[in-house]
C-alpha cells in the first residue's frame, strides 16, 4: 500500500485504450492536498475552457484522500469529479467506504480518465496495474448486477466496485455513481 504522501496516478485514455502509470512526488500532494485539491489541480490543468461535458474532452477523477487505507476510523474518504453536466462548473463528490481504500492497496492514489470509448469498459485495478476490460455485457444492468458480474468475471467476491448505473448510462445530467 502506498504511504500517504506517495503513490501512483493512472492516466487512463479512453479514445485510445491506454493507460499510463505516473509516480507523484510529496510535493505535489502537500501542495494540493487531499482528493478534491488533486481533482481541481488535473481539471484546472487538462481542461479547456467550454468543454462539453458529456464530451470526450472531460476529464475525469477519482482521488483518495490523504489518510484513506490509513488505520484510523473514518479513513475511507475519496472523492470523483469532473465539469458538471448539471451546472457546468466544477463537479465533485465525496463519499466513505472501501473503494478508495482497495485503490490505495491497489498502489494508486488517483485515477485521471479522459476520452471516450466505442465500446462499454470498465477499469480494473490491481497490484500496481490498472487495466482495461470490456464491459459491453454489463451495460443495461442494475448496479447490484454489475456488481455480482465483475465479482464472478474476476472470480473475488471481495472486489469493489464503484460504478455508474442506468441514468448515467442514459445522460440523466443529476445521475449518481454508487461506490461499494
Request: charge should be negative.
Amino acid at each position: 500500500m502506498a504511504t500517504n504522501l506517495e503513490g501512483k496516478i493512472a492516466y487512463v485514455d479512453l479514445g485510445k485504450h491506454e493507460v499510463k502509470i505516473e509516480a507523484v512526488d510529496s510535493n505535489t500532494y502537500r501542495k494540493y492536498f487531499g482528493g478534491s485539491g488533486l481533482i481541481a489541480r488535473h481539471l484546472l490543468t487538462m481542461m479547456k475552457p467550454g468543454v462539453d461535458a458529456f464530451g470526450p474532452d472531460n476529464v475525469f477523477i477519482y482521488a483518495c484522500g490523504p489518510m484513506t487505507g490509513g488505520p484510523y476510523s473514518g479513513s475511507g474518504r475519496s472523492a470523483a469529479g469532473c465539469k458538471s453536466p448539471l451546472s457546468g462548473g466544477f463537479g465533485v463528490g465525496e463519499g466513505g467506504g472501501f473503494v478508495g481504500a482497495e485503490l490505495r492497496r491497489a498502489g494508486f492514489d488517483a485515477v485521471v480518465v479522459t476520452g471516450a470509448s466505442d465500446t462499454p469498459v470498465y477499469l480494473f485495478a490491481h497490484d500496481g496495474e490498472m487495466e482495461i476490460r470490456d464491459a459491453s455485457g454489463l451495460w443495461g444492468k442494475t448496479t447490484g448486477e454489475v456488481e455480482q458480474e465483475i465479482r464472478r468475471e474476476l472470480g473475488d467476491n471481495l472486489i469493489r466496485v464503484a460504478q455508474c448505473g442506468p441514468a448515467a448510462e442514459a445522460l440523466v445530467r443529476y445521475a449518481a455513481a454508487r461506490p461499494i
